[in-house]
């Protein structure tokens, strides 16, 4: 889904040049993560945030640096090659990892907290998931102004949903 919204951004534009790059990067996604598919990531990526589709890294990192809720060491982490740290649970998801094994029958509460402008895991793959899942409880809320990041896109909103909507829920059981 990501791809193809990202190459309607780039025909929309009218940049040939990019649009060009971006074909050449399909099949996207592959189905097994490697070298390959690590590189074709973070080209999509890349032209995703040229094109406003997510978030480019600086804004993230200054959110990251800034965050009182990181060690210097975390904050090491995410200043050196944040793939690289992120690449075992990269394998899992795209290597081992298909969420329709678990079932959609859940004995805990579930919450979905998106950006309808996400994607990365796409707001309505996850909404067309959400609606299969029975749980005792079960609430998805939904930011029309975020993306992926949602709790940095916007974080007011976000912490009222955890605050007032959700951690009410939970503690009533």
Avoid: W
């Avoid at 050196?80 to 990892?97: A, G, S, T, V, W």
Wanted: glycine share 6%.
């Amino acid at each position: 889904m990501g791809f193809d919204k990202l190459l309607n951004a780039a025909n929309t534009k009218g940049n040939k040049k990019d649009i060009a790059a971006i074909k050449s990067l399909a099949p996207y996604p592959l189905e097994i993560y490697d070298e390959k598919l690590k590189e074709k990531l973070l080209n999509v990526r890349t032209y995703q945030a040229k094109y406003g589709l997510a978030e480019g890294g600086v804004k993230f990192l200054l959110a990251v640096m800034s965050s009182p809720h990181y060690s210097l060491k975390d904050k090491g982490y995410f200043s050196k090659d944040i793939l690289r740290y992120q690449e075992p649970i990269m394998r899992f998801l795209f290597n081992e990892c298909d969420v329709r094994n678990f079932g959609t029958s859940y004995d805990i509460p579930v919450f979905y907290i998106m950006g309808e402008q996400d994607f990365t895991t796409p707001y309505i793959a996850a909404k067309e998931y959400f609606e299969e899942i029975t749980a005792p409880q079960k609430a998805f809320f939904s930011f029309s102004d975020a993306g992926h990041f949602v709790m940095m896109d916007n974080k007011t909103e976000f912490y009222r949903v955890l605050l007032k909507e959700i951690k009410p829920l939970i503690y009533e059981r």
